[in-house]
């Protein structure tokens, strides 16, 4: 087994030290701790005290408050009074970038600091240098002298340790050697936890944020591996996506990463990072976290109704677990081998289906020159369940329905039927082009009829699989079938079909998110079909509408929520990407402008951009270096001032804030990624 989770066939949380930060417990088995981060000025010790106890209302259990220079970090002092005198003695979090002067006066007051390796002694440059071995010995001599006091006032005052890497901000020596790796990552927080042990301090929390899910992710279980090779122990891990961005995609995004190494049993304490305020992310850390527990605190993994069967232990992992590679499989049709994943839009709950229903995945007909319009977003194929539609379907999609009412489609190039497995293997009927088979892995004790069918649907060239689970631990369930297949050397095609009866719009989207997300960022799947139970849908009809802001409106319906929803997980798993990508920071205490106001100005004149990635940063201290792989960057340079990157590269420095979005528009144009939207 490739170590990095105890099981990945059972639900088993990673055994990771205790870490005591003031009166919380983390790690050791502990619930996972919900946190979050204020973005007031530091300064303003009202406006940040009032937002802590927001945050704390809402259920925070770890507060985060930035400490750019001495004088904040003074000023925590003023903060944490003020709260304890308010009765609220929730851990404070002191965030440190570049300056360790300001970290050791934060350490003697509040219970932990998150330090950053790639920039706590470095400056970032962004220049590629040789190290020979001396002189990389040396700058590890260095960053000992520097790092050390902050360990030991940790050590002497109680106070707890977050070494937190960005994916972003590596530093020059780290990216000279490792490259913009996630084992890069990994070594940069190593090289801080050998300086800390090395003092006998253990007081440590890490993480291995990325803008990338799948960065994220391989750091993460890197890291567990890599502390288990060289300490025989893990030290806590704190999950977060960094620069998620806001709404829809920074739920879907975060929760993917997240949920990720969540279903295997990896976290202690999560952040999610959405640009809306600070109190609006722990609902989304809330429903991530109550997946795996019960309201005893009993861990276990929630949606315990489901039948319990066990999912076969393995071995050995037919594919590594560090690095992705899409998982080979041939082409059947439009899905397959080189594809982008297929969407498969679930209409079987709607009463009719009429030409304006396809409306909400994508396909908007005009009557007028009877013509369909095609937006980038539009499902692909739809499942029916029905007879065949009365009316002519737009060029590029495609039905999906039961056997019985595929045999009366008189256009057979565009209807397919869908069988369970042991139907298709009996049926005397079927397309000669392509068959969608369905396999419920693991549900109860016909898993072994699950592998006995494998064998008959193996490699057969007109078959899809389609692969769910009604276990309990369902993504698991799903992964170890993945296994089976490559063991077996069956390349058929797999869509991912994923059932929701969870309540709420958000607690749909991480369920979503977190089970199909985690098999795509393995490298699992060439297609998806999102659905929901008959009493969820029934829910969800009021709900969406009613839900506020954020992407729906009050005439959202089911299929639109979902079919949306499926897209935005592709592409935050970077499998199919259908939209403008934003890497928008979170805003903190160093934010120079209205973070949310200019990322949904932003948005409201890019978001027909496909494919192009635009970053928008709080502040030019930490912005270019976290903006990650984004194409173009709007950074925060001064108050009232705004400077344009493309790539990491200045274009356009110290732009009046007022006329900024014009100037990046502009910029867009010069480089030839702009087109005009459609009206
Ligand atoms: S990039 Fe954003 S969140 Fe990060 S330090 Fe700057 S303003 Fe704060």
Known sequence: MQLYCESVTEYKRLKTREVKIGNLLLGNGHPIRVQTMTTTDTMDTMATVEQTIRCIEAGAELVRITAPSKKEAENLQNIKDELHRRGYTTPLVADIHFTPNAAEIAARIVEKVRVNPGNYVDKKKFEQIEYTDAEYQEEIERITERFTPLVLICKENGTAMRIGTNHGSLSDRIMSRYGDTAMGMVESAMEFLRIARAVDYHQIILSMKSSNPQVMVQAYRLLVNKMMEEF?????????????????DGRVKSAAGIGTLLEDGIGDTIRVSLTEDPEFEIPVCMDLVKRYQLASGEKEVARSTAVVANIPAIEKLPYSPFEYKHRESFEVSNIGAKHVPVVIADLSKMETITPSSLQSIGYTYDEATDKWNISDGAADYIFTGKAPLDFALPGTLKVITWPNHWEEASDQSKYFPIYDASGFVEATTKSDTLNFVMVDCFSDDSA?????HLDELANNPTVVLCLSSTHKHSMPAVRRMFMELMNRNIKNPVVLITDSSWHTPDEHLIHYATETG??????????????MTQESYKEQVSSIKNASGRNYTNNTTVEQFINSTAFTILQATRTRISKTEYISCPSCGRTLFDLQETTAKIRARTHHLKGVKIAIMGCIVNGPGEMADADFGYVGSGVGKITLYKGKEVVKRNVDSNIAVDELIDLLKENEAWVEPLV
């Open 518 to 531: 985690a098999l795509f960022l393995d490298g699992f799947g060439d297609g998806i079909c999102l659905g």
């Open 232 to 248: 025989g122990e893990c030290y806590p891990l704190h999950l977060g996506v960094t620069e998620a961005g806001d709404g829809e």
């Open 448 to 452: 072994i009829n699950d592998f006995t």
